[in-house]
């Protein structure tokens, strides 16, 4: 009989290199937003894993960059903050691309961490110049001793299942963490907003997406029509011009933002949703503590 097997796992990484799209994967239904821009993730965000003797919680951080704002101070904390009290790291690259400052960032923190680690490349499905891929991968390899080396397709799913057996055989033995019923270990509020900016990053261009945070300010059922639930929220952007774009002309672009929006929500969390979105600016709200509390990133 194969004993219990549970334990948390960090996938670290740069941006863009489909660490969100691996934890969607592997968990089987969107926790996190995935987008081809970058900084898309914010959060640490959690998914869990079941299967017959093991549970795995894997933690998706935001990916590791170079920006200058308390947010992206912030963002980059986060991310190696996660990096303790877990069981096991994943750290992603990209197939396609040459090794960086913020791998060489991730290189450095990850010695600090005396837990198994794997290298796991992704974007296999994509890749454009194999000689240059095994250069990197060689040249992380003679940084740090990685316990496994995986090639996978995070959006394909090849060798996704290859890589989580071999994630439950480094697992300690323990009882799951949570019941199998527990899906979703974000609030509801939270993916809400998330489904909204993830619209706004898709829809908009050039430095909108990274300037917008949303705020859910109410969720409340409707006096009139049964079974409706009544969302607002409110997007925040750095400047005037960026209100502008965010509204569109006639306000066009916001009623798009909405619509696409409110569709997902609905298939989400299985309501009937009306959803009210405004725009406010808080001037260069990244830049400053306050701003980036106001804006829901403690
Ligand atoms: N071709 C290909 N594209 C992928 C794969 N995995 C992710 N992508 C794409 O890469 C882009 C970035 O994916 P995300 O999952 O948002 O990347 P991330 O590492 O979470 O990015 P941040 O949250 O910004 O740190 C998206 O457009 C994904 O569809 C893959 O295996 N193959
Ligand atoms: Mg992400």
Known sequence: MPKNKAGFVTIIGRSNVGKSTFLNYVVGRKVAITTHKPQTTRNVLRGIYNCEGAQVIFVDTPGVQSGKTVLDKKMNKAAFASLYDVDLILYM???????????????????????????????????????????????????????????????????????????IEYLPESEPFFSEEVENLQTEAFMISEIIRE???????????????????????????????????????????????????????????????????????????????????????????????KAGYE
Not at 220 to 225: A, C, G, I, T
Not at 253 to 281: D, N, P, S
């Open 93 to 167: 690259i990209d197939c396609n691309q040459r090794i960086n400052e913020q791998d060489r960032l991730i290189l450095r923190s990850l010695k600090n961490h005396d837990i198994p680690k794997f290298l796991v490349v992704n974007k296999i499905d994509n890749l454009k110049n194999e000689a240059h891929m095994v250069e990197n991968v060689l040249s992380l390899m003679s940084e740090l001793e990685f316990d496994e080396v995986f090639y996978i397709s995070s959006l394909d799913g090849n060798n996704v299942e290859r890589t989580l057996n071999k994630i």
């Open 199 to 293: 619209k706004i990053l898709l829809l908009t261009h050039e430095e909108i997406p990274h300037s917008v945070g949303v705020i859910i300010e109410s969720i409340k059922e409707d006096h009139e029509v049964e079974d409706l639930l009544v969302i607002e929220a409110k997007i925040i952007v750095e400047r005037a011009t960026q209100k502008g774009i965010v509204i569109g002309k006639n306000g066009s672009m916001l009623k798009e933002i909405g619509t696409e929006a409110r569709k997902e929500i609905v298939r989400t969390i299985k309501r009937k949703v009306y959803l009210e979105l405004y725009v406010t600016v808080e001037p260069n709200w990244k830049s400053y503590d306050l701003g980036v509390k």
